[in-house]
């Protein structure tokens, strides 16, 4: 339904799903623990995570090493 151009109040309160809800809490959590400045700086640190070109990137052993170093470096507990 549109109203004056605009979505009208019933697709603004959408019930979430039980897996939607499970899904924003651990979005919520993650954000308690996260700084988003040192998650970018502590990627961009290591390239072979993101850089699909580089012969790395394909090392799945390496990559999941280096994102474990990320996530010691993110989460502060």
């Given amino acids: 339904m549109r109203a004056h151009g605009r979505l009208s109040a019933p697709f603004?309160?959408?019930k979430p799903t039980p897996s939607k809800a499970k899904e924003f809490?651990?979005?919520?959590?993650?954000?308690?623990?996260?700084?988003y400045a040192i998650l970018i700086s502590e990627t961009e640190r290591?390239?072979?995570v993101y850089g699909c070109l580089l012969k790395e990137y394909s090392d799945k052993g390496l990559k999941e090493r280096l994102w474990g170093?990320?996530?010691e470096a993110v989460v502060c507990f």
């Fill in 12 to 14: 603004l309160f959408v």
């Fill in 69 to 71: 170093e990320v996530c």
């Fill in 46 to 48: 290591r390239p072979a």
């Fill in 25 to 35: 809490a651990s979005v919520m959590a993650f954000k308690e623990v996260c700084d």
